[in-house]
């Protein structure tokens, strides 16, 4: 079992750059891909950024050049710094974790339980 706890969010002026933070505890060294998705009402929840334990990124294309992922694999952490945001990013922004998978078995996902960030105009 992984448990996931996020914290950053809230109301950001509009060009603000919050940082998320996302603590991993239980059974970590099972995992590992960490990241971060966002919902939106009425929507599916989609990938915003990605990043393996050795380091490879991932980014969907309208966060590119704006926001940065990062973990620290000591402390079982990865964060999420947001720059010069727009109230299209709004939303609830939920850390993923996905745990090694190969032939015979398949990764897992586990998920917190989302942060709020809300970009005011």
């Known amino acids: 079992q992984v448990q996931l706890v996020e914290s950053g969010g809230g109301l950001v002026q509009a060009g603000g750059s919050p940082r998320l933070s996302c603590a991993a505890s239980g059974s970590t060294i099972s995992i590992n891909s960490m990241g971060w998705y966002r919902q939106v009402p009425g929507k599916e929840r989609e990938l915003v950024a990605r990043i393996t334990r050795d380091g490879t990124t991932n980014y969907t294309d309208y966060v590119k050049g704006r926001f940065t992922i990062s973990r620290d694999n000591t402390k079982n952490t990865v964060t999420l710094q947001m720059n010069s945001l727009k109230p299209e990013y709004t939303g609830v922004y939920y850390c993923?974790?996905?745990?090694?998978?190969?032939?015979?078995?398949?990764?897992?996902?586990?998920w917190g339980q989302g942060t709020q960030v809300t970009v005011s105009s």
């Open positions: 993923n974790a996905r745990t090694y998978g190969s032939i015979g078995w398949a990764p897992k996902d586990y």
